[in-house]
């Protein structure tokens, strides 16, 4: 079983900076991936990005790439996402996973994921 936390959501102006964390407890070896998903009202839950817990290997949606960076620290078992240059169409709920089962390539694909945060609001508005 794994527990995870987000925290770091907030209301943030157009242009502006956000990072989200990830604490992740539990039997920590038994996942091989962390992802961070979005959702907004009314759309799908979309892969942002991801990072595997054996090579740290990362992979983001094309939407996020060159703003958003993904990094861990596994002596803290935290996993980070760094938002930069933040765009009101990034206004969702952020939630961080546990995949059991991905690779790399395909890691921002919620398949696989089984454990979820609770999530956390990013609201990006002036």
């Known amino acids: 079983q794994l527990q995870l936390v987000e925290s770091g959501g907030g209301l943030v102006q157009p242009g502006g900076s956000l990072r989200l964390s990830c604490a992740v407890s539990g039997v920590t070896s038994s996942y091989v991936a962390i992802g961070w998903f979005r959702q907004a009202p009314g759309k799908e839950r979309e892969g942002v990005s991801c990072i595997m817990s054996i090579g740290g290997g990362t992979n983001y949606a094309d939407s996020v790439k060159g703003r958003f960076t993904i990094s861990r620290d596994n002596a803290k078992n935290m996993v980070y996402l760094q938002m930069n240059s933040l765009k009101p169409e990034d206004t969702a709920v952020y939630y961080c996973?546990?995949?059991?089962?991905?690779?790399?390539?395909?890691?921002?694909?919620?398949?696989?994921?089984?454990?979820w945060g609770q999530g956390t609001q990013v609201t990006v508005s002036s």
């Open positions: 996973a546990a995949a059991t089962f991905t690779v790399q390539a395909m890691c921002t694909r919620i398949h696989g994921y089984r454990y």
